[in-house]
């Protein structure tokens, strides 16, 4: 598998770890994709819209045969397999798979923009994928993710809600 990607999950309707689960174990089984990693599960607050349910998100590192286009798809067929609700632009949804980086490449079509154009201002993204990148550079950024940490808004709002690995147990994968 050629390629590395991460990709954001969340939800914030219905069952959100199962959504969550059951989003991991799609990737992890599909074969043009290898689960590497994947972060622990945070409890954030609605950025944005706030007017709505407390989110779950968590972060994975995937490699993958596919193109960054192939992947998106992948990605939103998933979304949709796994009956995704969304009922506005912003608001609440059972399920979101987000591609935030593929390799270290600009991509801007219609569809996809990588790196994620919005990932550096949402600690909700931010702190799962330094959980498991911790010295992860982001192309047109000067110095690597986590100097900026201190910088991003909402940090208060991402709270651990099941560890990796901990007593509960959500261990998809080892780091
Ligand atoms: O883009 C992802 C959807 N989303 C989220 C999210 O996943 N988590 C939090 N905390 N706020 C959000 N606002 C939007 S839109």
Not at 17 to 46: C, G, Q
Not at 70 to 80: G, I, P, R
Not at 122 to 146: C, N, S, T, W, Y
Request: glycine share 6%; aromatic share 8%.
């Amino acid at each position: 598998m050629d390629n590395t990607a991460f990709i954001a999950l969340g939800s914030n309707m219905g069952d959100r770890f199962e959504f969550l689960k059951k989003a991991v174990h799609l990737l992890s089984e599909h074969h043009d994709i290898r689960l590497v990693n994947s972060s622990s599960i945070y409890e954030t607050d609605p950025v944005g819209y706030e007017d709505q349910d407390l989110f779950l998100n968590m972060v994975v590192k995937v490699t993958t045969n596919l193109s960054a286009e192939h992947l998106l798809d992948t990605c939103l067929q998933m979304e949709l397999d796994l009956g995704r609700k969304r009922e506005m632009k912003w608001g609440p949804r059972t399920i979101d798979l987000d591609i935030l980086l593929y390799n270290q490449e600009n991509i801007e079509t219609e569809k996809l923009i990588t790196p994620h154009p919005r990932m550096a201002e949402r600690a909700f993204v931010i702190i799962p994928l330094l959980e498991i990148e911790k010295d992860i550079i982001i192309q047109g950024m000067e110095k690597p993710l986590h100097f900026y940490l201190s910088n991003i808004p909402d940090k208060e709002g991402v709270r651990i809600w099941k560890r990796k690995n901990g007593e509960g147990v959500f261990a998809p994968t080892e780091s």
